[in-house]
């Protein structure tokens, strides 16, 4: 695997920047100062980017842990609010489908 594989769609980040790259997304991780970058939730998001680029892991995974941690990159991806929408995430609807697959099991 390699740190140059792409996010099916980049992370949108205030000021027009956007993070399309596992490597994006590293070097925004090691850039926040080091009291953030201790937080339980950005840990995840590093641990899930450093599975995916050297591991074999899945690159959704990194994404949505990204999401997860940056509440600008978030607030970002949530097209639907702009169209008039709900304003739901992608993390959202991703893990929607299992919710509702445990919620009718029989």
């Known amino acids: 695997m390699s740190w140059s594989l792409e996010f ?3 992370i949108a980040l205030p000021k027009g920047k ?3 790259t596992l490597r994006d997304a590293g070097e925004h991780v090691a850039a926040l100062p080091k009291k953030e970058a201790a ?3 950005w840990q995840l998001a590093a641990q ?3 599975s995916a680029a050297e591991h074999g ?3 959704m995974m990194a994404r949505i ?3 997860r941690a940056d509440p600008r990159a978030r607030a970002a991806g949530r097209s639907a609010t702009a169209q008039g929408g709900k304003g739901i995430s992608r993390c959202e609807l ?3 489908p299992h919710r509702d697959a445990t919620r009718h099991k029989a």
């Open 39 to 41: 937080l339980p939730h």
């Open 94 to 96: 991703i893990s929607a």
């Open 8 to 10: 099916e769609e980049p």
């Open 48 to 50: 899930c980017l450093l």
């Open 57 to 59: 892991g899945i690159v």
């Open 65 to 67: 842990a990204m999401l």
């Open 18 to 20: 956007a993070l399309r």
